[in-house]
């Protein structure tokens, strides 16, 4: 039993915090802060691995319910499940990841956005993604950048349905309320302003640039990453210089400057060799990654996820993680993207190795 003292301080805070509460305003000690509810300071999201056998039947199912004119976008997004338990979305707290679909003949219109974007593209060829004036031909394991404000659209010339991985920085976007959308004026698909390909052409080969090319904005003025040249690039790597967590690991920068290819987003690729398993670490960053060839594990604050080619997992930020190639005789290839450009820019990005 309380003494009445306690009982009469308890009834003076709860009338003190009614008060308040009409004037909008809230003890900093009373409110019930989020990271102390229920999961920890670092679980705003939890791992989790979608099955490129389960996603790929219902991307392709939408071909027969919607079309690109109906709906803008032929996506589905990737939902974190803790995320939507908390009425959120997204794939990590900062970033959305969706998969869509073209069908031959198909336009999705031409618009830009202030969220920054990027395509790794899963199955088919024959389409391609305008960015600001110039045509991205897509084809398996390219990166292709849409970065904030820029203007893309989508369309297909070829056969078959073309699938791709989107990653976006939505959530992060919303969370600073500065979503803004656009439509192309005028026309369903925008001025092709530069040659096809014109960018992976101006940097054609690392440690080359044009001498009189001039760049200003703050993202990587080369638009398309074709696999072909990062597979080259992971397979010419010095075996010696392995890193400890993601063995063989390239990121995609900007060719003039060496930085993350957009303000939010930074993308790698790397190439788990045979039976190697990393070892473990953390880092505050969250991410996505497409499995890209091959087939392993990822272990998560000790939970094994396993993935094979077309799968997508999501890693939330502070999680202990480390990756394993399940085959003894072939490579294994992931593409990643994350927030840590973001983090780093803020001067919170942090990272620990375990044992
Ligand atoms: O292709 O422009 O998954 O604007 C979400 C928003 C894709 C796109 C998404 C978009 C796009
Ligand atoms: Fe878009």
Redesign the pocket.
Known sequence: MSSPGAEDQRKAQADFYAGLEQLYLLPNWAREAESQVAHGPHAAAVPWLWKWSEVRPNILRTVSLVTPEDVE?R?IGLINPRLRELGRRGATPTL?A?V?LIMPGEV?VS?H?TPA?LRVIMEGKGAYTAVDGERCWMEPGDLIL?PAWTF?D?KHEGEGPMIWL?G?DVPLIRSIDSNFFERYPGQRQQALTQPDGASTRRFASAGLRPAAFKWDKPYSPLTRYPWERTEQALQAMIEKEATPFDDLYLEYVNPLTGAAVMPSMGCYAQRLRPGVQTRSHRHNASAVYYVCRGSGYTTIEGKRFEWCQGDVLALPGWHWHAHANGSTTEDAYLISFTDEPLLKYLGIFREQSGE
């Open positions: 976008r996506a959305t969706a869509q999705a618009h956005h974007a849409t893309h989508h989107d976006l």
